[in-house]
């Protein structure tokens, strides 16, 4: 197969006409970026009330061509009878359209400046309609199943953008409205226009509009103008929200514009929240999107919601500089854009919300994610090959997002903050309004460091994996006279990451020596150890920068509470976490009696919510069903009194959570019956409207049985009408009887039913509870068939979402097998769908070997 071919500059390819076939091929896109510049669109969609019409759209689309020699291919997802008519150069055309592709002939076409004139019916899959909104999200290829575009991230353009709508419907798009018409009576009756100014040069994927009946709320912070909108009904939240959700913003912008040293880049800085949105957010130029539940929190919020809100907003406003700014020449560095705006939120939080614990939270967020999928067989390396844009959503993932920032910030550290700062200042002002490759920054980072990065790059970014670490520790007289650390790659490659970490040294007094580590080679003595006293035990990775399975000294699991930094407690339930599921030092029966005897010690908030959730996935991904049985008595006990006797609402609250996890015996599932049925919390703590709705469907899937029907009376109980409706969704996948389920699970096999991904996901991980493993385990082999479809029609964390909600919780040979004999089955399937897949069911294939 041939190899992408990705330069340090802009990709040149002349030769021969380029074949028409599916998606945006590579040898595509370089042969239009050789040819096409100076690119607009002019765009008009008439959006009627009923979201079973159809969008009548036109465009004219205009280019500079260097060579009309040869066809041009605007790509189209859709059917042919959506392209209504065509108009090349003043001069009706016949219509070519084929293969997701309208050809425009090189006898309609010149040298210099072209224009293009299509109407159209506009494609639905990326318009996100429901009954009173829409909205676009277009990323990685999507634009083209909206209009005809040349869909690939470098041919960047302005778009200016017309709105026919109904006339109680709110539009906002990446450009202001036109200052001389801002909102106009429609051409039809009961419609308005809303005229957009031309937007900033941006690519393809960021293009965006969001228009329905929105509440539309504008501030001036910092002296810039920004305007919010949302469907939001719960005036609590609404009051205790709004003002952190603006201020964020402005303290993410001035960070970025002192770090970066480039004022933002853009004409105007605009978000709306989105009932249900695919992600946590999407960086479109001056129209961020943001699912609406991540802004919206509410008195009984823990302090790690109001961090990850931070978190995302820092993200999203990274983006304008990190992908929308400077943007990658073509989606295999997706990553790019990524990584840094996770790493630039990272030191937001740092500053924006007080006691967010940098160090703590980098810890928790990326590692557990990361190694999640760099353990399994199908890990992929964080820079992977991409040949056609049609294939570019199964490049994002858990590698991208979260093991990208461990890897940048060793990077930092490697090259020291102040150097590495100039060197993305460098590149960004470079770049400006451009694309770039990773090679292009290596490059300019290189030059501020004397190591070598290009061979320091080949490991940590080019290829999968980690490495397992080992030491031997050699003591004479009550001192140490030796102490060294071994790397060995995951898969017994020669490979090695070079890396800085610590170790900590802990003596019985709680004095502690922490010494740091260049782990550079396969071996590394430490000369700073010698002499020391022998410690009670030692920590490895103590500060959590370091990447990989670190060893655990025996004397740890009985000496947890001894540490007294939280980021080295952290740090050590993952390494914990980690050689468990590797099968070294110890079994998950022995991990979570460990956790038992530490959880009531813990007091720091985001340790508790990492030691519930690794203790409730032990209790029900690697204990069996038996086990689960005989132990949930005295496990519900010690939850709800360590609940009781913790004096913080928000870890009380996490506790509460864990408790409601692993509520098996009648007497707890009554007691949270009681709490659901009176709307009467524990002491201490605020449950909300959508903690009770968590509540009634953790009841339901337990079959409790209730006088008053609970998701019925629940459902009554729900205000908004968006979080109605995903009430509604998921009820028939809670039903006590199985032919409801099965009814239910039959239905997504129809891609309209598949529409609304968050709740399809939710709805999964009901539909395979473990409590209903031995009914859901037959929907698997249609699960899987249904794989490569659900890649081709849905957004792209939704194939692998739809992978973890039904994997995730089994732990049967047979359902082993079922993916095996999956696999065996199709020998040449899509390798990325294949790495998903083999991500996915990692958990399984481990419970296999574990749970004995």
């Known amino acids: 197969m041939k190899k992408p071919i990705v330069s340090d500059s802009k990709p040149v390819l002349a030769g021969p ?24 669109y002019n765009l008009i ?104 575009v040349f869909d690939q991230p470098n041919l960047k353009a302005s778009f200016k953008l017309i709105l026919d709508v109904p006339t109680d419907w709110e539009a906002q798009a990446n450009a202001p409205l036109d200052s001389t018409q801002l909102v106009l009576d429609g051409v039809l009756p009961g419609s308005n226009i809303y005229f957009f100014a031309p937007s900033d040069t941006i690519s393809t994927y960021l293009f965006s509009f969001a228009a329905g009946k929105f509440t ?281 990451w070079p ?85 070294r030092a110890v079994a998950p029966r022995q991990l979570l009696e460990v956790y038992r005897q530490v959880l009531p010690k813990e007091k720091e908030e985001l340790n508790i919510k990492l030691l519930t959730g690794q203790a409730t996935d032990i209790f029900w991904r690697l204990l069996k069903p038996e086990e689960r049985l005989a132990l949930a008595p005295a496990l519900e006990k010690e939850l709800w009194q360590v609940m009781q006797q913790n004096p913080a609402p928000n870890s009380k609250k996490l506790l509460f959570k864990a408790y409601q996890s692993v509520a098996l015996t009648k007497e707890a599932q009554t007691q949270l019956y009681t709490i659901w049925n009176k709307q009467q919390a524990p002491t201490g703590i605020k449950l909300t409207e959508d903690d009770y709705t968590a509540l009634a469907l953790a009841l339901a899937v337990r079959d409790y049985p209730a006088a008053t029907p609970i998701l019925p009376t629940q459902l009554t109980r729900i205000q908004n009408p968006d979080r109605q409706k995903r009430m509604q969704f998921l009820m028939p996948a809670l039903a006590p009887d199985v032919a409801t389920r099965d009814a239910f699970f039959a239905s997504l096999k129809d891609e309209k039913n598949r529409e609304k991904e968050a709740w399809v996901v939710s709805a999964l991980g009901y539909l395979h509870h473990p409590l209903r493993a031995a009914t859901s385990e037959k929907y698997l082999p249609q699960s899987l068939a249904l794989l490569e479809e659900i890649q081709q029609t849905g957004d792209i964390f939704f194939p692998y979402s739809w992978l973890q909600a039904t994997l995730g919780s089994y732990q049967t040979p047979t359902a082993a097998r079922t993916v095996r004999e999956f696999l065996a089955a199709h020998p040449q399937y899509n390798p990325k769908l294949r790495a998903k897949l083999l991500q996915a069911a990692d958990d399984v294939f481990r419970a296999e070997k574990l749970v004995m």
Not at 114 to 143: C, H, K, M, W
Not at 305 to 317: C, D, F, Y
Not at 407 to 417: D, I, K, T
Not at 465 to 473: A, K, M, N, T, V
């Open 499 to 583: 890396q800085l970490f610590e170790v900590l040294l802990v003596y019985p007094s709680g004095r502690v020596k922490e010494l740091t580590v260049n782990m550079n080679q396969r071996q590394v003595l430490l000369p700073e150890a010698v002499g020391e006293a022998v410690p009670a035990f030692i920590l490895f990775n103590s500060t959590g920068l370091g990447y990989g399975v670190f060893p655990i000294d025996k004397q740890l699991t009985t000496s947890l509470a001894k540490l007294q930094n939280p980021v080295a407690r952290a740090t050590a339930y993952v390494n914990f976490y980690e050689n468990m599921l590797n099968g």
């Open 216 to 496: 539309r709320i504008s501030r001036s912070m910092a002296g810039r103008e920004m305007q919010f909108l949302h469907r939001e009904t719960d005036q609590d939240k609404l009051k205790l929200s709004l003002d952190p959700v603006f201020q964020i913003h402005a303290d993410a912008l001035k960070f970025l514009e002192q770090y970066t040293g480039i004022p933002y880049p853009f004409r105007k800085f605009d978000f709306v929240a989105l009932p249900d949105f695919q992600y946590g957010g999407m960086e479109h130029v001056g129209a961020i999107d943001y699912k609406a539940s991540t802004l919206f929190l509410d008195e009984g919020a823990t302090q790690d919601q109001k961090i990850a809100r931070s978190n995302l907003i820092s993200h999203e406003t990274a983006h304008m500089w990190f992908g929308d700014l400077v943007t990658m020449q073509w989606f295999n560095d997706v990553w790019m854009k990524e990584v840094f705006a996770n790493f630039m939120a990272d030191k937001i939080t740092q500053i924006a919300v007080a006691n967010s614990n940098y160090d703590l939270k980098f810890v928790i967020d990326h590692y557990p994610a990361a190694y999640g999928v760099d353990r399994t067989t199908g890990a992929n390396p964080i820079r992977q090959d991409l040949e056609n844009l049609k294939d570019a959503g199964s490049l994002y993932g858990n590698i991208i997002y979260h093991k990208a920032p461990i890897m940048m910030r060793q990077l930092e550290r490697l090259m020291g903050e102040e150097p590495f700062r100039q060197g993305l200042q460098e590149y960004l002002k470079k770049y400006a309004f451009s694309n770039a490759t990773w090679p292009d920054l290596i490059q300019i980072l290189d030059a501020r460091t004397p190591a070598d990065l290009q061979a320091w790059n080949q490991v940590w970014v080019n290829q999968p994996g980690r490495p397992i670490f080992d030491y031997s520790l050699q003591t004479a007289n009550g001192k140490i006279t030796a102490l060294q650390l071994t790397q060995q790659a995951e898969d017994k490659s020669d490979r090695l």
């Open 45 to 148: 969609f008439t959006i009627p009330a009923s979201k079973a019409e159809s969008i009548a759209a036109s465009e004219t689309v205009t280019f500079h061509l260097t060579d009309a020699g040869q066809p041009v291919q605007l790509d189209f997802k859709e059917q042919a009878d959506h392209l209504k008519s065509l108009t090349i150069n003043g001069k009706t055309t016949a219509i070519d359209f084929r293969e997701e592709h309208l050809v425009l002939p090189a006898a309609s076409l010149k040298t210099g400046l072209n224009q293009v004139e299509i109407d159209f019916i506009a494609g639905n899959q990326s318009l996100n309609r429901n009954d009173d909104f829409l909205y676009t999200l277009l990323v990685p290829d999507r634009a083209r199943t909206v209009f005809p």
């Open 17 to 40: 006409t380029v074949a028409v076939v599916p998606g945006v091929s590579l040898e595509l896109a370089q042969d239009r970026a050789r040819r096409i510049s100076r690119l607009g």
